[in-house]
Nanobody, 120 residues
Framework: VQLVESGGGLVQPGGSLRLSCAASGNIFSIYAMRWYRQAPGKQRELVASIIKGGSTNYADSVKGRFTISRDTANNTVYLQMNNLKPEDAAVYLC???????????????WGQGTQVTVSS
């Protein structure tokens, strides 16, 4: 299984970006997909998550500005980020909790990350 993120880049404060994470490979069922971020010198932070039933959760720091959504047919999760602030700058990483077969264990998979820079 591969998770491939895209959509990062440089944006001015107040701007928007949309990140995508496409999961490919042998996938039977996805239980949750999450976006984390990690800034230099800081701990990895859970930004947003969406579970199989569709419920979502957000870090307090991004509530009202970020929206997580998914395309279940294509095993893709998105993170719409609006009103970006300099403190949102980080490497954004995609995570998936999934089963590769109907009889297999649930496993964790990570993408390599996409850089988001917020600067004027």
């Amino acid at each position: 299984v591969q998770l491939v993120e895209s959509g990062g880049g440089l944006v001015q404060p107040g701007g928007s970006l949309r990140l995508s994470c496409a999961a490919s490979g042998n996938i039977f069922s996805i239980y949750a997909m999450r976006w984390y971020r990690q800034a230099p010198g800081k701990q990895r932070e859970l930004v947003a998550s969406i579970i199989k039933g569709g419920s979502t959760n957000y870090a307090d720091s991004v509530k009202g500005r970020f929206t997580i959504s998914r395309d279940t047919a294509n095993n893709t999760v998105y993170l719409q980020m609006n009103n970006l602030k300099p403190e949102d700058a980080a490497v954004y990483l995609c995570y998936a909790d999934l089963q590769q077969t109907g009889w297999g264990d649930r496993m964790d998979f990570w993408g390599q990350g996409t850089q988001v820079t917020v600067s004027s």
